[in-house]
């Protein structure tokens, strides 16, 4: 077995007691999972699909405090997630990154300048260490026009650049499951649980069905956490909207854009990402089929006239590259909700339900503050088990963070480690991006390598020495490269292609992949991966169906 390889091992479920067992793979299971396994715990974790398979690799991409929440006056949320982004920041240099927002003025907007303003004074003040860098500034009318020449300058009166963050949502999951698997628990994705056991009403385990081999086990765990979205979302009586962002070409800058959709006032955004540009998100009810969360022409039709409206050259269909859904879980019985109420103004914040047979279940909440709702999760566990351990995730270097960046003194409690988090330095980034250039990466790709491997970089630039040619692209205009493709085959649990191009490599989603390309990669990986010609087969259908 390769060194750092994730290993996925059905059969270690079985002939144990676990003190926690975890349904769902998404960013809410995965930090419940590493949190619990780093305090001690017996931690089990199945996922029915593959890591991150649905909404989590469907969001914004955006670690962020949630400017637009200061209109309903949800200080609370944002000053939570304004924490944990800043944390992040300092934690996870690799896998979250600053990015800045234009956000314009213009004359007859919803939003004057002087709301705005104040609003941005909000943002800045609710971020307990608040880096310069990431300080909102007012920029005159030529500067903004400027920065951002592609927007349409008529009623233009102003506009302001304040700062958030960024991430690989995927690949963050990825990394927390490989940190639970390091810190000993079992991670098994294609596991889907069938049914509770229970004895004298409670829950004490669950019988779980390998999705290769239609093998099933029962699992014995003390305590068992449901954090599966969207299939728990009817039985605990939440609300589901849904979220579309389109995928299309670059816009030349590095910034990105929060706007007003006119037609309704609901905020999206312009952001880049991987050489690329995201558009949405949308924001209506759902009570459609949860397995088939599809785009609808309307959804397109929205964020195309939302966006255009602010472009100078508008974009059509013809330019869409791709485009994705995801749903949200929100709290709140949804026939008690009064039918006026728009989504967008239903709180993102989380909570934790109990059920009468003992199961948690962890209801809505945000990618951002994923962390520090897991870790209430997990305090409430620890108490249910008579094992009382402080959190350590909070400030705590992530599982692939280069091994030179600074962590925080694992003996400090929490309150102590948010003053001592360094500050994110990206020096090492930087230093590494040069050495993937002279392994003959090009310097966009050079920069996504690292971002999405971490330390673990410097085994792709083993690869890279032996075999040059593996510095090409995989597709000319993705910053993608071959080495990285066959290195996730390898070592990052892939079981199908679609887990290997949708999430480990966003391909499907940056580029209009043809059925020729996709033979090619599958061609490609195909020794990696023990695939036959008919396996090979399959798996371009699967890829091709995945494909919105």
Same mark, same amino acid.
């Given at each position: 077995?390769?060194?750092?390889?994730?290993?996925?091992?059905?059969?270690?479920? %079985?002939?144990?007691?676990?003190?926690?067992?975890?349904?769902?793979?998404?960013?809410?299971? %995965?930090?419940?999972?590493?949190?619990?396994?780093?305090?001690?715990?017996?931690?089990?974790?199945?996922?029915?699909?593959?890591?991150?398979?649905?909404?989590?690799?469907? /969001? /914004?991409?955006?670690?962020?405090?949630?400017?637009?929440?200061?209109?309903?006056?949800?200080?609370?949320?944002?000053?939570?997630?304004?924490?944990?982004?800043?944390?992040?920041?300092?934690?996870?240099?690799?896998?979250?990154?600053?990015?800045?927002?234009?956000?314009?003025?213009?004359?007859?907007?919803?939003?004057?300048?002087?709301?705005?303003?104040?609003?941005?004074?909000?943002?800045?003040?609710?971020?307990?260490?608040?880096?310069?860098?990431?300080?909102?500034?007012?920029?005159?009318?030529?500067?903004?026009?400027?920065?951002?020449?592609?927007?349409?300058?008529?009623?233009?009166?102003? $506009?302001?650049?304040?700062?958030?963050?960024?991430?690989?949502?995927?690949?963050?999951?990825?990394?927390?499951?490989?940190?639970?698997?390091?810190?000993?628990?079992?991670?098994?994705?294609?596991?889907?649980?069938?049914?509770?056991?229970?004895?004298?009403?409670? %829950?004490?385990?669950?019988?779980?069905?390998?999705?290769?081999?239609?093998?099933?086990?029962?699992?014995?765990?003390?305590?068992?956490?449901?954090?599966?979205?969207?299939?728990?979302?009817?039985?605990?009586?939440?609300?589901?909207?849904?979220?579309?962002?389109?995928?299309?070409?670059?816009? !030349?800058?590095?910034?990105?854009?929060?706007?007003?959709?006119?037609?309704?006032?609901?905020?999206?955004?312009?952001?880049?990402?991987?050489?690329?540009?995201?558009?949405?998100?949308?924001? $209506? @009810?759902?009570?459609?089929?949860?397995?088939?969360?599809?785009?609808? !022409?309307?959804?397109?039709?929205?964020?195309?006239?939302?966006?255009?409206?602010?472009?100078?050259?508008?974009?059509?269909?013809?330019?869409?590259?791709?485009?994705?859904?995801?749903?949200?879980?929100?709290?709140?019985?949804?026939?008690?909700?009064?039918? #006026?109420?728009?989504?967008?103004?239903?709180?993102?914040?989380? !909570?934790?339900?109990?059920?009468?047979?003992?199961?948690?279940?962890?209801? $809505?909440?945000?990618?951002? /503050?994923?962390?520090? @709702?897991?870790?209430?999760?997990?305090?409430?566990?620890?108490?249910?088990?008579?094992?009382?351990?402080?959190?350590?995730?909070?400030?705590?270097?992530?599982?692939?963070?280069?091994?030179?960046?600074?962590?925080?003194?694992?003996?400090?409690?929490?309150?102590?480690?948010?003053?001592?988090?360094?500050?994110?330095?990206? /020096?090492?980034?930087?230093?590494?991006?040069?050495?993937?250039?002279?392994?003959?990466?090009?310097?966009?790709?050079?920069?996504?390598?690292?971002?999405?491997?971490?330390?673990?970089?410097? =085994?792709?630039?083993?690869?890279?020495?032996?075999?040059?040619?593996?510095?090409?692209?995989?597709?000319?205009?993705?910053?993608?490269?071959?080495?990285?493709?066959?290195?996730?085959?390898?070592?990052?649990?892939?079981?199908?292609?679609?887990?290997?191009?949708?999430?480990?490599?966003?391909?499907?989603?940056? %580029?209009?992949?043809?059925?020729?390309?996709? =033979?090619?990669?599958?061609?490609?990986?195909?020794?990696?991966?023990?695939?036959?010609? #008919?396996?090979?087969?399959?798996?371009?259908?699967?890829?091709?169906?995945?494909?919105?």
């Amino acid at each position: 077995m390769p060194k750092n390889v994730m290993e996925r091992n059905f059969h270690a479920l %079985a002939n144990q007691k676990f003190d926690l067992l975890v349904c769902g793979g998404g960013i809410y299971g %995965a930090w419940v999972a590493y949190d619990a396994a780093l305090r001690g715990l017996r931690v089990a974790i199945v996922e029915q699909s593959d890591w991150a398979s649905a909404t989590s690799s469907a /969001s /914004s991409k955006l670690i962020h405090g949630g400017l637009r929440y200061l209109e309903s006056f949800d200080f609370k949320l944002v000053k939570k997630a304004l924490t944990e982004r800043d944390m992040l920041l300092a934690a996870a240099p690799h896998r979250i990154w600053p990015l800045h927002f234009g956000v314009p003025v213009y004359a007859n907007g919803r939003i004057g300048s002087l709301q705005l303003k104040v609003g941005l004074m909000i943002y800045d003040f609710l971020a307990i260490r608040l880096n310069q860098d990431l300080k909102h500034h007012h920029l005159k009318r030529e500067d903004f026009c400027t920065r951002f020449p592609f927007l349409k300058h008529s009623n233009l009166s102003s $506009g302001f650049i304040y700062a958030d963050a960024q991430t690989d949502d995927a690949r963050l999951v990825l990394e927390l499951i490989d940190g639970a698997i390091q810190a000993g628990a079992v991670c098994v994705n294609y596991c889907k649980l069938t049914s509770l056991i229970e004895t004298d009403g409670r %829950a004490i385990g669950a019988t779980v069905q390998d999705q290769l081999r239609t093998q099933t086990v029962d699992i014995h765990a003390r305590q068992i956490v449901y954090a599966t979205g969207q299939w728990q979302a009817k039985e605990c009586g939440s609300r589901l909207t849904k979220g579309v962002h389109l995928v299309l070409p670059a816009m !030349e800058v590095n910034d990105a854009l929060l706007l007003t959709a006119p037609s309704d006032g609901r905020v999206f955004f312009i952001i880049p990402w991987y050489g690329m540009t995201l558009v949405g998100t949308t924001d $209506g @009810d759902y009570h459609g089929d949860i397995e088939q969360v599809k785009v609808e !022409e309307a959804d397109v039709n929205y964020l195309l006239a939302a966006v255009n409206d602010f472009l100078k050259t508008a974009w059509t269909q013809a330019d869409i590259i791709n485009s994705y859904a995801g749903l949200r879980v929100l709290k709140g019985n949804e026939k008690a909700q009064d039918k #006026q109420d728009a989504p967008s103004s239903i709180s993102r914040d989380w !909570e934790l339900k109990t059920a009468a047979n003992g199961v948690h279940y962890s209801v $809505g909440g945000k990618i951002t /503050s994923a962390r520090e @709702d897991a870790a209430s999760i997990v305090n409430n566990i620890c108490a249910k088990l008579g094992k009382i351990k402080a959190c350590s995730t909070i400030g705590k270097r992530f599982p692939w963070a280069p091994a030179g960046h600074p962590a925080r003194d694992e003996s400090m409690q929490d309150e102590a480690a948010r003053d001592i988090v360094p500050l994110w330095d990206h /020096s090492w980034i930087r230093m590494s991006s040069l050495q993937a250039v002279r392994l003959g990466v090009d310097q966009e790709s050079s920069l996504w390598l690292v971002r999405r491997h971490g330390q673990r970089v410097t =085994q792709v630039f083993e690869m890279l020495k032996n075999d040059p040619q593996l510095a090409r692209r995989i597709v000319p205009n993705v910053p993608l490269i071959v080495a990285d493709l066959l290195f996730c085959a390898g070592h990052e649990m892939v079981l199908h292609l679609p887990d290997l191009l949708r999430r480990r490599l966003p391909l499907l989603i940056l %580029a209009k992949l043809t059925a020729q390309d996709i =033979q090619v990669i599958a061609q490609s990986v195909a020794p990696i991966m023990m695939w036959d010609e #008919q396996t090979i087969s399959n798996e371009v259908s699967a890829c091709l169906n995945n494909v919105q």
